[in-house]
């Protein structure tokens, strides 16, 4: 039996761009460039990697469902944050993104558990 660790992106590993230090609206991560890991996250995932913790990522993507940017570029921004958290010897596993937008109501986008749920197979 694996174990595994589910944690969010944005807000989590990555300085949530969508939302400023009071509150208000800010840009969001819409490019590699404008990735911003929180301090420690490195270190932590690290542990947890040497520790044969499964590390899996699920997100709300809605910026893909609003055309803000395209699933290909999605998978650039993550695959460029796992590069980043390799760099200090952790790794993620896998990316789960729902893409849809929040008015879609679909099954994967959180808190319902539908990400996690595909993880499981």
């Known amino acids: ?4 660790v589910y944690i969010d992106r944005d807000g989590v590993i990555c300085v949530d761009r969508n939302f400023s230090q009071i509150g208000q609206p ?8 404008d990735v911003e890991l929180y301090q420690h996250v490195n270190q932590a995932l690290k542990i947890l990697s040497e520790n044969n913790f499964k590390i899996f990522v699920i997100t709300n ?12 570029k999605l998978q650039k921004i993550n695959n460029h944050v796992n ?6 010897g952790g790794h993620i596993d896998k990316f789960y993104s729902c893409i849809h937008r929040k008015e879609e109501n679909c099954i994967c986008r959180k808190p319902k558990i539908g990400l996690i749920e595909l993880s499981a197979k």
């Open 61 to 72: 993507q809605s910026k893909v469902g609003r055309g803000l940017i395209t699933f290909e």
């Open 1 to 4: 039996m694996n174990k595994v």
């Open 83 to 88: 590069e980043l958290i390799e760099k200090d």
């Open 26 to 33: 800010g840009p969001e991560i819409l490019d590699e460039s």
